[in-house]
T-cell receptor, first 114, second 113 residues
Framework: GQQLNQSPQSMFIQEGEDVSMNCTSS?????WLWYKQDPGEGPVLLIA?????ELTSNGRLTAQFGITRKDSFLNISASIPSDVGIYFC??????????????FGKGTLLTVNP | NAGVTQTPKFQVLKTGQSMTLQCAQD?????MYWYRQDPGMGLRLIYY???????DKGEVPNGYNVSRLNKREFSLRLESAAPSQTSVYFC????????????FGPGTRLTVL
């Protein structure tokens, strides 16, 4: 099946720093999504991207749909302690298949030191 | 609104025992999903129900069965639990025409001894 390579696997940063993470695939995706999972909770959708080159913001979060359609990036500006959690990329591959099946990356664990 | 709810929150089983994980949503979702999450892994789709009355296999369906009881409820059954099924199980739902936007429940943490 499709695989998404998400990096980095983990990040330890100081409060106030900016954060960047990315997700890549060997094949083309039609949709890119970014979810956040707090400890002991289910994932929550942060940003959805539907067009190559699209740049979308949600507060301090900004995500981009890569021009090649094989990658996506998530940036968090001025991190705060509540940004702690696991960030997952997810996508819907191009080329047919079920509209109901998302492929998830393995996640980036973010730790913010106050 | 409660959103997507799952019961139980925690469960410990012995190998060979059976159990059903329950999921309910009050968000009028057409589609519902069951995922499992293992350490260092992303979410993997077990089964999904595109609409009431239909179910389809996902990426890892072996050892599981599902029932879409009605529009609100989607259950996951383990007939004969195995240690490899130790995982955190998430139910999710989405509205018609918006299957990318999935709303997840809080999860069920299952340990099979």
């Amino acid at each position: 099946g499709q695989q998404l390579n998400q990096s980095p696997q983990s990040m330890f940063i100081q409060e106030g720093e900016d954060v960047s993470m990315n997700c890549t695939s060997s094949s083309i995706f039609n949709t890119w999504l970014w979810y956040k999972q707090d400890p002991g909770e289910g994932p929550v959708l942060l940003i959805a991207l539907y067009k190559a080159g699209e740049l979308t913001s949600n507060g301090r979060l900004t995500a981009q749909f890569g021009i090649t359609r094989k990658d996506s990036f998530l940036n968090i500006s001025a991190s705060i302690p509540s940004d702690v959690g696991i960030y997952f990329c997810a996508g819907r591959p191009a080329g047919g298949g079920s509209n109901y099946k998302l492929t998830f990356g393995k996640g980036t664990l973010l730790t913010v030191n106050p | 609104n409660a959103g997507v709810t799952q019961t139980p929150k925690f469960q410990v089983l012995k190998t060979g025992q059976s159990m059903t994980l329950q999921c309910a949503q009050d968000m009028n979702h057409n589609s519902m999903y069951w995922y499992r999450q293992d350490p260092g892994m992303g979410l993997r789709l077990i089964y999904y129900s595109a609409s009431e009355g239909t179910t389809d296999k996902g990426e890892v369906p072996n050892g599981y069965n599902v029932s879409r009881l009605n529009k609100r409820e989607f259950s996951l059954r383990l007939e004969s639990a195995a240690p490899s099924q130790t995982s955190v199980y998430f139910c999710a739902g989405s509205w018609e025409g918006a299957t990318d936007t999935q709303y997840f429940g809080p999860g069920t943490r299952l340990t099979v001894l």
